[in-house]
């Protein structure tokens, strides 16, 4: 007696395979690109751009200023997030939903407006951080309040925050970097598509962040 085997054809979808195919890199940029990071990005920028603005200060004080920066503004809130994960406040340390992101919030808000507290009246750095703390220290604060409401992006708000402070910059100062806002600018685009490949975030929750980035740098650069 002979049996057939049949074989059942697997029906793939290629949405999900360009999907599974773009997710170690997206997953890397997103990593690079940390909302975390995006202040100590900034201060580089313009110790590159601006060497000027940090005139007097030696080498030895300018990486100070540079460790400092990333002290402040990434290693202890990214610290803090650690230890709630470890005293199972969060269930992981990516802060998947909207309830888990709470206190980090206020955590980074406290730093920023510390940063802000502290450079407000140095005068051996740019003046253009003044307002840059300002704003992301605005947008935490508003991300709060958002946050109940919808998962918002806090890569794009990050994204947005620092496209805006470059532009403002280059307002600032007359000076032309031109180039500098079309890399912010594309980069912005590559890491909140980045957010959608993973399905992080919906589209709202995209464009949400990125407005209330691109608004508290305005308002905090009209405030100072």
């Known amino acids: ?7 059942i054809p697997v029906v793939t979808d290629p949405n999900q395979k360009a999907s599974s195919f773009f997710t170690i890199p997206a997953k890397v940029v997103s990593y690079l690109f940390h909302p975390l990071f995006i202040p100590t990005y900034f201060f580089l920028f ?14 030895f004080q ?8 990333f002290w402040m503004t990434a290693f202890f809130p990214a610290f803090a997030v650690f230890l709630l994960w470890r005293t199972g406040l969060v269930s992981n340390i990516y802060l998947r939903t909207r309830k888990e992101r709470i206190i980090p919030f206020f955590i980074t808000m406290f730093f ?12 051996d750095q740019p003046i253009v951080l003044k307002p840059f703390y300002l704003g992301i220290f605005i947008t935490t604060f508003t991300g709060v309040v958002i946050n109940n ?19 403002l910059t280059a ?3 007359r000076a032309p970097l031109g180039l500098a806002i079309s890399i912010a600018a594309l980069l912005t685009g590559l890491v909140c598509t980045c ?5 992080e975030h919906n589209t709202t929750e995209i464009y949400t962040g990125l407005i209330l980035g691109v608004i508290c740098q305005f308002i905090g650069f009209w405030a100072m």
């Open 1 to 7: 007696m002979n049996t057939e085997q049949q074989t």
């Open 46 to 59: 313009l110790v590159y751009q601006f060497r000027y603005e940090f005139a007097g200060v030696s080498d």
């Open 62 to 69: 300018l990486n100070l200023k540079i460790f400092s920066t």
């Open 112 to 123: 920023y407006w510390w940063m802000f507290y502290l450079g407000r009246n140095l005068p």
């Open 149 to 167: 409401y919808m998962k918002i992006s806090l890569h794009a708000i990050a994204m947005g925050s620092v496209c805006a402070a470059i532009i």
């Open 171 to 173: 307002f600032y100062y």
């Open 195 to 199: 957010r959608l490949i993973l399905r």
